[in-house]
């Protein structure tokens, strides 16, 4: 059974830094794309990175400088990695597996047919 499962959320100042994790189990995540989404309250989901088999990254440009998405296939765990983080990054995070990492993809979220269940960021100013 597929299963992505995220966790590193939680509260943080303004400024201050976050990983979160994606632990994946029923496939192995360097065979995958995983993208990173978000969902801020009261508006749409939106792709923040993606990292895919061949480990080729694209990141949303709110997040590039600021965000580093990561692999560690022994541990078969996808990583992203927020800095200097800002009030706007609060939303829920989710993790989700495709064939395909590209900012089409990232952006429409095509092709993205396994979900976890979230992570909450909260980023007080």
């Known amino acids: 059974e597929v299963q992505l499962v995220e966790s590193g959320g939680g509260l943080v100042q303004a400024g201050g830094s976050l990983t979160l994790s994606c632990a994946a189990s029923?496939?192995?995540?360097?065979?995958?794309?995983i993208g990173w989404f978000r969902q801020a309250p009261g508006k749409e989901r939106e792709g923040v990175s993606c990292?895919?088999?061949?480990?080729?990254?694209y990141y949303t440009d709110s997040v590039k400088g600021r965000f580093t998405v990561s692999r560690d296939a022994a541990k078969n765990t996808v990583y992203l990695q927020m800095t200097n983080l800002k009030a706007e990054d609060t939303a829920v995070y989710y993790c989700?597996?495709?064939?395909?990492?590209?900012?089409?993809?990232?952006?429409?979220?095509?092709?993205?047919?396994?979900w976890g269940q979230g992570t909450r960021v909260t980023v007080s100013a």
């Open positions: 029923g496939f192995a995540t360097d065979d995958y794309a």
């Open positions: 990292i895919s088999l061949n480990d080729g990254i």
């Open positions: 989700a597996r495709s064939y395909i990492c590209t900012l089409y993809h990232l952006t429409t979220m095509d092709e993205y047919r396994y």
